[in-house]
C-alpha cells in the first residue's frame, strides 16, 4: 500500500517558535508538495520539489521555507511562526502530471 | 487569481439523489483534470479523472462531465449514499502548471 506519512497529526506552537513538519514517501516519486488547507480557500500550494535538493516556490511562500535532502523526505519550516500559520497542513507527492498522494495532514496551531 | 473556481461550497442531497459540483477553470492548457475526495481527518485521495479527449467518463456511481469548450468540468454522485458525505475537490494541471485545486465543496447526504 503506496504511503506518504506525515510525521505529526496535531501540532501546537508559540509565536516566534520555529516549526518543522515532516513527509515521507514510499512511492520513489520525484515530486513532492506542501500544501495548506484553509475553509473556503481550497488547497494553495505552498512550494514543491522535483528533485533532491531543488525547490520552488508555489503561491503562498511566504513565511515558509523548504527542504529536500533525500528523495523519499521532504520537510516544511516554518522560520518564526504566527497565528496566521494555524491551519491543516497537507503533504503529497506523484510521479509527475498524474495522480497525486496524499499524507494525513497535520493541524497546527500557533498560539 | 483563482485558476479553478469550484460551486456550491457546500451541499446537502438527500439518500439516493444526485450530487453535481461544478468547476470552472481559466487555463486552456490544462490537460488534466482530477476529483478528490477528503473524509474528515483524512488526506485527500483520487476518486476519478479526465483527460480532454473525451466529454465523459464514469466509474460505478461517479461521473465526471467534461465541456472543453465552456471550460467547465462537473461531477455527478448517482444514488447518493451517507458514506460519500466528504468534501470534494476539483482541480487541474499541465505539464507546466503543477496541480491548482478549487474551493472544496463539502457535500452531507442525508439519510
Known amino acids: 500500500d503506496v504511503k506518504v506519512t506525515q510525521s505529526s497529526r496535531y501540532l501546537v506552537k508559540r509565536t516566534g517558535e520555529k516549526v518543522f513538519l515532516e513527509c515521507v514517501q514510499d512511492?520513489?516519486?520525484?515530486?513532492m508538495f506542501w500544501y495548506r488547507q484553509d475553509p473556503g480557500l481550497g488547497l494553495r500550494l505552498i512550494y514543491f520539489?522535483?528533485?533532491?535538493?531543488?525547490?520552488e516556490k508555489g503561491d503562498i511562500p511566504e513565511g515558509y521555507s523548504v527542504s529536500r535532502e533525500k528523495k523519499e523526505r521532504f520537510s516544511l519550516i516554518l522560520e518564526s511562526a504566527s497565528t496566521n500559520q494555524t491551519s491543516m497542513y497537507l503533504c503529497?507527492?506523484?510521479?509527475?502530471?498524474?495522480?497525486?498522494?496524499f499524507g494525513q495532514g497535520t493541524r497546527l496551531t500557533v498560539v | 487569481q483563482q485558476q479553478v473556481k469550484q460551486s456550491p461550497q457546500s451541499l446537502i442531497v438527500q439518500k439516493g439523489g444526485i450530487s453535481i459540483i461544478n468547476c470552472a477553470y481559466e487555463?486552456?492548457?490544462?490537460?488534466?483534470f482530477p476529483w478528490y475526495q477528503q473524509f474528515p481527518g483524512k488526506g485527500p485521495a483520487l476518486l476519478i479523472a479526465?483527460?480532454?479527449?473525451?466529454s465523459e467518463k464514469k466509474e460505478g456511481r461517479f461521473t465526471i462531465s467534461f465541456n472543453k469548450s465552456a471550460k467547465q468540468f462537473s461531477l455527478h454522485i448517482m444514488d447518493s449514499q451517507p458514506g460519500d458525505s466528504a468534501t470534494y475537490f476539483c482541480?487541474?494541471?499541465?505539464?507546466?502548471?503543477?496541480?491548482?485545486f478549487g474551493q472544496g465543496t463539502r457535500l452531507t447526504i442525508n439519510p
Open positions: 503529497a507527492s506523484d510521479r509527475g502530471h498524474t495522480e497525486a498522494f
Open positions: 487555463n486552456t492548457a490544462f490537460d488534466y
Open positions: 482541480a487541474a494541471s499541465s505539464l507546466a502548471q503543477k496541480l491548482v
Open positions: 520539489s522535483y528533485d533532491v535538493k531543488m525547490k
Open positions: 512511492m520513489d516519486h520525484e515530486n
Open positions: 479526465i483527460r480532454p479527449d473525451v
